[in-house]
């Protein structure tokens, strides 16, 4: 587990996360021109206004899986 810091909407915020999945996001950014902030602050924007954003980000990298 890798906890990261961010800044989302002009708070700091910390996230926990598997490292699988860090990986995965980083190449998801990477493949989309994007940092991995930036790709957080999509996915924050996108899920329910009381969903867990660490749940979330895990359900985006599902998502994003080419089955």
Do not use: Q, W, Y
Not at 17 to 28: A, G, P, S
Not at 30 to 54: C, F, H, Q, W
Request: charge should be positive; hydrophobic fraction near 45%; include cysteine.
């Amino acid at each position: 587990m890798k906890k990261i810091s961010i800044t989302i909407s002009g708070h700091r915020t910390s996230i926990t996360l598997e490292n699988e999945f860090l990986d995965i996001l980083r190449r998801i950014a990477a493949r989309r021109g994007k940092s991995i902030a930036e790709i957080i602050k999509e996915i924050d924007a996108e899920k329910l206004p009381n969903a867990n954003l660490s749940s979330a980000i895990r359900v985006f990298i599902l998502k994003s899986i080419d089955c």
